[in-house]
């Protein structure tokens, strides 16, 4: 198994950036994919971005793309999302997941996930 903690939510104000971190434990972290999901409040949660193990491929939600980007650093088994041009709708409760079966867009996709930071867009 592996263990995932995000870190890096917060307040920000419209226009302006954070970058969220995950941190992966347990597993050889280069043998899994991961992925980005949000939930904002009264919604279902969904697909914001995601990587290949091998870092090659990465997906964006169409809402994202050209404004966050997802990278990893395998020797701190960290997998980042760098959140820039944040509009008061990327609120909500961001999760990074993972699985070692292939890149995946859906929640069933992923065996892994951990428990969430809260990211709040100031309008």
């Known amino acids: 198994q592996v263990q995932l903690a995000e870190s890096g939510g917060g307040l920000v104000q419209a226009g302006g950036s954070l970058r969220l971190s995950c941190a992966a434990s347990?597993?050889?972290?280069?043998?899994?994919?991961m992925g980005w999901f949000r939930q904002a409040p009264g919604k279902e949660r969904e697909f914001v971005a995601a990587?290949?193990?091998?870092?090659?491929?990465?997906y964006f939600a169409d809402s994202v793309k050209g404004r966050f980007t997802i990278s990893s650093d395998n020797a701190k088994n960290t997998v980042y999302l760098q959140m820039s041009s944040l509009k008061p709708d990327d609120t909500a409760v961001y999760y990074c997941?993972?699985?070692?079966?292939?890149?995946?867009?859906?929640?069933?996709?992923?065996?892994?996930w951990g428990q969430g930071t809260q990211v709040t867009v100031s309008s």
């Open positions: 347990g597993r050889t972290f280069s043998n899994y994919n």
């Open positions: 990587k290949s193990r091998s870092g090659i491929r990465t």
């Open positions: 997941a993972a699985n070692d079966r292939g890149v995946r867009s859906t929640e069933e996709g992923y065996d892994y």
